[in-house]
């Protein structure tokens, strides 16, 4: 049986990961972050002080360190670079605010898509990012553009930061979150924008449990 691959986009703190976590528990598929991924390549770009607008020095930083990703015990996307696991600081601010530059890169998409693409053919994958619906899996089984409000996403990424240790103002958070869609959506390669087969939700006034629900009839109706 070819498996089935479900395509979550959209803004940043729309509640992607949440909802497709557990989505991905419901119907016992894997998880793929591929935000993780991006964020991967921004952390190690961090560490090593790459000036991210170069593509060039993005490219060599990543020539020079193993970066690999893996399924976890939790059937969630862990990513390793040079052996150590670095998952749990991919969603720093600082991680955060250098992640769309790097991002916009096409030779690094390039890299990422492949990746992403072949993990698909192998697994059954509940997949999250920005361009899975448009390029990645062009031809997903369920696609679904996850959308809120911008105060309600800053809203949500300020608890998220808070439960880190990390206190943002809100007004910053919201400049934050714009400052990000603004530039995913503009950039020349992938840019973020709904798939012309993807169902939109709004989660601004629902709850997590309800949007996990919309999904999985969506999922149950496409078979
Ligand atoms: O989803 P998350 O907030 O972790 O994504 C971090 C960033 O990674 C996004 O703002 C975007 O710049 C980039 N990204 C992307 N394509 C994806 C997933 C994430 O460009 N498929």
């Known amino acids: 049986v070819a498996p089935v691959t479900i395509a979550i986009d959209g803004p940043a703190g729309a509640g992607k990961s949440t909802v497709a976590k557990r989505v991905a528990e419901r119907l016992n598929l894997m998880y793929v972050d591929t935000g993780a991924m991006y964020r ?3 952390y190690l770009c961090a560490q090593e002080g790459i000036d991210v607008n170069s593509e060039c020095a993005v490219e060599a930083v990543l020539d020079a360190h193993r970066v690999s990703f893996e399924e976890g015990e939790d059937r969630t996307l862990q990513v390793l670079i040079d052996g150590v696991n670095v998952t749990s600081r991919l969603r720093a601010p600082e991680v955060s605010a250098l992640v769309s530059t790097v991002a916009a890169h096409p030779r690094v998409r390039q ?3 492949e990746w992403q693409r072949a993990f698909a053919e192998r697994h059954s994958v509940v997949m999250d990012g920005r361009d ?3 390029v990645v899996l062009p031809h997903a089984t369920v696609k679904v553009f996850l959308t809120a409000a ?3 996403r800053a809203r949500r990424r300020q608890e998220e930061y ?3 240790g990390y206190e943002v103002p809100l007004d910053e958070m ?3 979150v714009i400052e990000r869609d603004r530039k995913d959506s503009e950039r020349a390669v992938a840019p973020l924008r709904m798939a012309e087969d993807a169902v939109r939700i709004d989660s601004t006034d629902k709850s997590i449990d309800s949007v996990v629900d919309e999904i999985v ?3 149950e109706n496409a078979h």
Request: net charge positive; glycine share 4%; no cysteine.
């Open 150 to 152: 911008p105060e309600e």
């Open 111 to 113: 890299l990422l898509t």
């Open 40 to 42: 991967a390549v921004a």
């Open 162 to 164: 808070r439960r880190m």
């Open 132 to 134: 899975i619906g448009t």
């Open 174 to 176: 919201v400049k934050n």
């Open 217 to 219: 009839q969506l999922v």
